[in-house]
């Protein structure tokens, strides 16, 4: 099966990531060999070149490819299995852009309140539906649909450099909160936060969309610092 017919609908980086990830993992690439150009890995996988490398960029930052300009990129060390150090070093990592994610949403959750246009909350209604249906959906695509959903009200929020830093912690979000829905018992149900939400920017009602929007984002919140602690 070639990548192409696993590759889905939705941000393209994070699932090259976890493509080429894989093809470590199972050795289809082996420590010290060099990897096929960007020109090559986008024809074979059907994606765009910068979408290569982007993946291929957070790979090297996590130390399992090293990009050598003017000679190529090699594969840097294996890939572990998903050890409970593994799982404890990336929830530590995460812990870090969650807190940048409540303090971006808290603030886009009360512009959104003042800003919301009709046209705005029917789009954001059908995010919304949306995200309630992908939770039979496999965890990766139930992730991303969630991600959708806030990132129309960073959307409406209104402002650029809101959303330019939610898109930047986008892909890291989308691969550790996948790992967290997947590995983590009894992870909190946030369904009726996201209602909440939408009924707050309904009604233009500031205070309530914060409070929905932490109702939602401290939950997962305690677990992470429970984990790094």
Known sequence: MTARHTLRNGPLVPQ???????????ERWTVGTRIPSEAELAAELG?????VREAVRLLARDGLLDVRHGVGTFVAR???SNTGLDRLLSRARLLEVYE???ALEIEAAR?????ARPQDLDRLRAHLVRRHESRAEPSSVFVATDLDFHAAILDIAGNTILS???ESIRPQLL???TDLVDNVPGRPDTH??????VRALESGDADAAVAATAANLDPVLRILRKGDS
């Open 111 to 115: 512009l959104a309140a003042e800003r």
């Open 175 to 177: 691969d550790a909160l």
């Open 164 to 166: 330019a830093l939610f």
């Open 100 to 102: 940048v994610r409540r």
């Open 16 to 26: 090259l990531e976890t493509l080429l990830t894989e093809f470590i993992r199972a």
């Open 47 to 51: 994606v765009g070149r910068s979408s």
């Open 192 to 197: 009726c936060a996201h209602d909440d939400l």
């Open 78 to 80: 294996t890939v572990a």
